[in-house]
């Protein structure tokens, strides 16, 4: 009994939801693996190129689904934030090449005036995620980042305005993905 291992038969919902997503947007020589060993602590899932066996470590984090305030609205436009509250430590001492924060995105259905909830990702390789937070964000109380990104799924576009506003477009969805697919080849 040497051995620690993760529980799998119980999934962590985000990660299950993020390696459906990641089977939509990686080619098909590209497999998504969740380890099970206890001891690698920070990654949640593992993506491998068959066919050159390189591969990329991913962290995931997942938001629940925020209603926006009328004033957020006005602000950001249609859409909705996703938060995210974690120690320093996790992003500037973690060992995974990505971050994937999954967002949970209330969105209105014009024609039917029907509101549904519909994940969004932000795919941040964790280099620059450190860059960002060095840049743009304080470290709060117990030494923790704050992080309020607000998905506006109607223009395609994404913000992270907890500290500073700052544009993350460039990590929303497909196009967060374009890099990783990259690093993979």
């Known amino acids: 009994m040497g051995r620690a291992y993760k529980n799998f038969w119980s999934l962590n919902t985000d990660e299950a939801v993020v390696t459906g997503i990641l089977r939509d947007f990686t080619p098909k020589n590209v497999e998504v693996l969740m380890p099970i060993n206890a001891q690698m602590k920070d990654i949640d899932l593992i993506l491998m190129n068959m066919d050159n066996k390189k591969s990329l470590k991913i962290q995931v984090k997942g938001s629940r689904a925020y209603e926006p305030r009328k004033s957020e609205v006005v602000k950001y436009g249609n859409g909705s934030a996703g938060w995210f509250y974690f120690k320093k430590d996790i992003i500037h001492k973690n060992t995974a090449d990505y971050f994937i ?77 374009k890099k990783l697919n990259q690093e993979l080849k």
Do not use: A
């Open 101 to 177: 924060f999954l967002i949970y995105v209330i969105e209105e259905i014009k024609k039917t005036g029907r509101r549904i909830i519909m994940p969004h990702t932000l795919t941040i390789p964790t280099k620059e995620l450190i860059q960002l937070c060095e840049k743009h964000k304080k470290i709060g109380k117990g030494g923790r980042y704050n992080f309020f990104f607000w998905i506006n799924p109607v223009k395609n576009k994404s913000i992270e305005f907890g500290d500073e506003t700052y544009d993350t477009t460039k990590y929303l969805d497909k196009n967060g993905f």
